[in-house]
């Protein structure tokens, strides 16, 4: 029984959510893992026209016997955990009863969504983070000084770890009220109420593979965000690339069988940083927006909008060693009458092929494209490859050839029969 990680292969919200909950619908998956990222992530999944974003909360959730697990990689924001449980909840699903959260995960404290947004107010320092609190909570864990989900077990533990941290940040909070018995409260009563989803994930989740269950671990962003291979600084704070769902679950790495990227039939952004194949005209950008939904499903944001870009695409599939793709929202490309796909940028009058490592060489490269025609026709209700329309079928077929990794599935709406497997 196979153990695959899901991750996003451009600038994050490809559509893993839609494409998590659609594994969990046909092939009896015993347990999806999200491994790292926080509420930064918005994953959206529609079922019969109800949608549902998570954030926190895995995206096998709304499936029965399904259980989700929330790994030590991930940065939990109690409130709003207890908020997605509860409107679940609310909605008569059964989550307590599936949830297990890592007591080795971190937790984002009030200081550090002051601090995140206090960064991003200075201009120096825009990065166009999502504020919730997500750099500075990882700071704090790599700088040893993190409160951990167990920590809210512990009344004087917990004091002990506050009073060090409002003093260590005082000078960058003096002007904020934080208020040490006020967040003390808080977070022993958040604890209290999520005590009984506390384990140690890494066991149970290695139990569950030594059992032979269906596994699904969830990334979140995308491999573009990661601290280490993205697009530095115009990062997230984690690694949302296949090697992040090892180290933030705690499972080796001879322990997965396959990756799956995913990706959008175009690409988004939302926030800073460079971005070679985004749409020189207000034309594309603003009907693409408008086609495609786009506007993030955390904050809201208009989300930038660009053609395909084969160079980022082919750099994820080596970083992630992908053993299948997933396509998403090639319907949002239905009415164009041409379409282009980046094969290569120019830099300095050569051709490069393999995404540069040097930011400023990726800001200014000229991209080089490949039109193709546009199918102009409406696809959403189609449910077969061969049915698709020709130009459709030679888009997709082009971009399987330039991330040279098999297509497995299309995606053509955000309703779980929205969707094409791929021979
Ligand atoms: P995630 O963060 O990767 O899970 O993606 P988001 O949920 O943030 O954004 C993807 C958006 O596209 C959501 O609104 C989905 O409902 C929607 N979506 C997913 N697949 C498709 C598709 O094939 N076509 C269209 N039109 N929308 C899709
Ligand atoms: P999902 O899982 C798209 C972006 C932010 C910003 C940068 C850093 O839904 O794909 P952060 O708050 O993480 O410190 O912000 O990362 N970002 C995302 N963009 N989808 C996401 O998640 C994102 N999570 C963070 O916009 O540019
Ligand atoms: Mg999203």
Not at 29 to 58: C, M
Not at 103 to 120: C, F, G, Q, R, W
Not at 142 to 150: A, E, S, W
Not at 222 to 237: A, E, I, Q
Request: charged share 25%; net charge neutral; glycine share 10%.
């Amino acid at each position: 029984m196979p153990v695959r990680v899901v991750v996003g292969c451009q600038w994050g919200d490809e559509g893993k959510g839609k494409i998590i909950d659609l594994l969990c619908a046909l092939s009896r998956i015993g347990v999806v893992a999200r491994f790292q990222g926080g509420a930064n992530a918005g994953h959206t999944v529609v079922v019969k026209s109800e949608k549902y974003i998570l954030h926190l909360i895995p995206s096998g959730i709304l499936h029965p016997n399904v259980q989700c697990y929330i790994g030590n990689g991930v940065v939990i924001e109690p409130d709003k955990l207890l908020y997605e449980i509860d409107l679940l909840e609310s909605k008569n699903f059964q989550v307590r009863n599936r949830l297990a959260i890592s007591t080795n995960a971190h937790v984002i404290m009030p200081y550090h969504i002051i601090l995140d947004k206090s960064k991003e107010s200075n201009p120096n320092l825009f990065i166009g983070t999502t504020g919730r609190g997500i750099g500075p909570a990882y700071v704090d864990k790599v700088d040893r000084i993190g409160i951990r989900m167990m920590d809210l077990q512990s009344p004087d533990l917990l004091r002990e770890k506050l009073a060090l941290n409002l003093k260590l940040k005082a000078s960058h909070l003096k002007r904020k009220k934080v208020n040490l018995d006020k967040i003390l409260q808080d977070y022993l009563a958040y604890g209290e109420r999520l005590q009984p989803c506390l384990r140690d994930v890494s066991r149970l989740i290695n139990e569950d593979i030594t059992a032979g269950k269906n596994i699904l671990l969830e990334g979140a962003q995308g491999t573009l965000l990661d601290v280490d291979f993205g697009t530095y600084p115009y990062v997230t704070s984690s690694s949302p690339i296949a090697g992040g769902a090892c180290t933030g679950l705690g499972i080796g790495p001879t322990k997965i069988d396959d990756v799956i990227g995913v990706f959008k039939a175009y690409t988004t952004r939302v926030g800073e940083g460079p971005f070679p194949t985004e749409f020189l005209s207000y034309f594309y950008t603003e009907r693409v927006r408008e086609w495609g939904k786009e506007f993030g499903a955390t904050t809201g944001r208009p989300r930038r909008c660009g053609w395909f870009d084969g160079v980022l695409a082919r750099f994820a599939a080596r970083i992630n060693g992908l053993t299948e793709m997933a396509i998403t929202k090639l319907d949002v490309l239905d009415r164009l009458a041409t379409v282009q796909i980046c094969t290569g940028y120019h830099v300095d009058g050569d051709c490069c092929r393999d995404l540069p490592t040097d930011l400023a060489i990726i800001r200014d490269c000229q991209p080089v494209y490949e039109e193709l025609p546009g199918w102009q026709q409406n696809t959403t209700n189609i449910r077969e490859f061969d049915k698709l329309p020709k130009q459709a079928q030679i888009y997709l077929r082009r971009i399987e050839e330039l991330v040279d990794v098999p297509l497995r599935l299309v995606s053509v709406g955000s309703e779980r029969d929205q969707t094409i497997w791929c021979k």
